[in-house]
């Protein structure tokens, strides 16, 4: 089955800085891509995803980008803020079948003002 | 529209007791799963469903049952409560590529 990978586990950075988060998928046959945010106390909550025909997508300060040969997928906030803070988890999910999505066990990131 | 919501919020039961964990969604999604949350294992499916009167194994179903009666709801049963259920339970649905997760319940078990 499937088996998601993600790194680091913690991540602590200055307000207005990047931050990079990486996951890596085993399935070549994983086409589904989601971020997650989850603020505490509540559930996760999707804020970008990208399929396996597109390499990189974008939206405002967040962009996914997705390397289909190495099997692997990357988070990049830009010009950080301190409401950024929270953790994310990375997912993938093969087409057909159950379309089961497989977590990864998520980043703690922390944007300090 | 509510989204996906979950009761009771909190929970504490003793080794050995049975309860039922509550979810609702009010978007017509087919697709429903429950996940537990633990500290450093992400989430992790427990059981899904692809429609109403179909239910199907995750990667931790031990120690839970499901059923799905109504497209409506998917109530996750524990049968005999053992303190490794000690965990934080997500609700969620699904419509096309978008999974909407419900707030959670947090339960521990003495």
């Known amino acids: 089955g499937e088996n998601v990978e993600q790194h680091p586990s913690t991540l602590s950075v200055q307000e207005g800085d990047s931050a990079v988060i990486k996951c890596t998928y085993s399935?070549?046959?994983?086409?589904?891509f989601p971020w997650y945010k989850q603020e505490l106390g509540k559930g996760p909550q999707l804020i970008i995803d990208?399929?396996?025909?597109?390499g990189e997508k974008k939206d405002q300060r967040i962009a996914v980008t997705l390397n289909k040969t190495a099997k692997h997928f990357s988070l990049h906030i830009t010009e950080t803020q301190p409401e950024d803070s929270a953790v994310y988890f990375c997912?993938?999910?093969?087409?057909?079948?159950?379309?089961?999505?497989?977590f990864g066990k998520g980043t703690k990131l922390t944007v300090n003002p | 529209n509510a989204g996906v919501t979950q009761t009771p919020k909190f929970q504490v039961l003793k080794t050995g007791q049975s309860m039922t964990l509550q979810c609702a969604q009010d978007?017509?999604?087919?697709?429903m799963s429950w996940y537990r949350q633990d500290p450093g294992m992400g989430l992790r499916l427990i059981h899904y469903?692809?429609?109403?009167?179909?239910?199907d194994q995750g990667e931790v179903p031990n120690g839970y049952n499901v059923s799905r009666s109504t497209t409506e709801d998917f109530p996750l049963r524990l049968l005999s409560a053992a303190p490794s259920q000690t965990s934080v339970y997500f609700c969620?649905?699904?419509?096309?590529?978008?999974?909407?997760f419900g707030p959670g319940t947090r339960l521990t078990v003495l």
């Open positions: 469903s692809v429609g109403a009167g179909i239910t």
């Open positions: 969620a649905s699904r419509a096309a590529d978008t999974q909407y």
């Open positions: 399935d070549s046959a994983s086409n589904y």
């Open positions: 997912a993938a999910r093969t087409q057909g079948g159950s379309e089961k999505l497989v």
């Open positions: 978007m017509n999604h087919e697709y």
């Open positions: 990208i399929r396996s025909n597109v």
